[in-house]
């Protein structure tokens, strides 16, 4: 049923993000440098997604955009409760930031939920780690996560029954996040792309930084 979500909830976000046809300029009328490397067609470009955000990593230390998304960046939402989506998109990230550090380049993979309830520091800390050795784990108050998921235009949806059921599933899109330094949002990652597409897609836009 999961896997009915995740679909449902990645065609709520590409309707959102797509419905308009795409500008490859910005809002100064300047072109788009990374336009060679887009696969995705965004509402209003890609300045639409992303911000600031204030949210707590696992050793507990409130973290922001500027102290995390210091190098190129795959960012995910989901959740560790998570019996299968979020496991294989994460390790898929994982996967393709270890190709591209083979050619040299140098990418984290940061996880941020959307389930603050159940994913403490402790918990979102222990399972990026076991993602990625370098993966980040961030949550943080449900205000902190409404905020964050805002600002990147991510949907999620905590039934209403699940207050007492530890074992309740969280709807919510499923798209990874391509984020540079000095940049912010670049582009969307799908998750039917291979490791091999996602180091391809962010080899690309890092080289034409």
């Known amino acids: 049923m999961i896997r009915t979500y995740a679909a449902l909830a990645a065609g709520f976000i590409i309707a959102l993000l797509g419905g308009l046809a795409f500008l490859v300029v910005s809002g100064r009328g300047e072109e788009d440098p990374f336009a060679s490397c887009r696969s995705t067609n965004i509402a209003g470009g890609a300045g639409q997604i992303g911000g600031p955000f204030s949210l707590v990593d696992g050793q507990g ?3 922001t ?4 998304l210091t190098k190129p960046s795959l960012v995910y939402f989901g959740y560790t409760f998570c019996p299968d989506v979020c496991p ?6 994982a996967e393709a930031v270890d190709l591209l ?3 040299g380049k140098d990418v984290t993979p940061i996880f941020i939920t959307v389930d603050p309830e159940r994913d403490t520091p402790e918990v979102v800390g222990e399972w990026s780690s076991a993602m990625h050795p370098r993966a980040i784990g961030l949550t943080g108050t449900q205000e902190q996560i409404h905020a964050a998921t805002q600002a990147y235009k991510v949907y999620s949806h ?5 207050a007492g059921d530890e074992s309740y599933l969280v709807d919510h899109s499923t798209f990874t996040y391509l984020m540079l330094p ?8 799908r998750r039917d792309q291979t490791p091999e597409q996602v180091a391809e ?5 890092i080289d034409h930084m």
């Open 61 to 63: 230390e409130t973290v």
């Open 88 to 93: 294989f998109d994460m390790v898929r990230n």
């Open 101 to 103: 550090e083979e050619k």
């Open 182 to 189: 000095g940049y912010g949002f670049v582009d969307l990652i």
């Open 65 to 68: 955009e500027k102290t995390v």
């Open 158 to 162: 905590v039934p209403e029954h699940a």
């Open 201 to 205: 897609t962010a080899a690309c836009f």
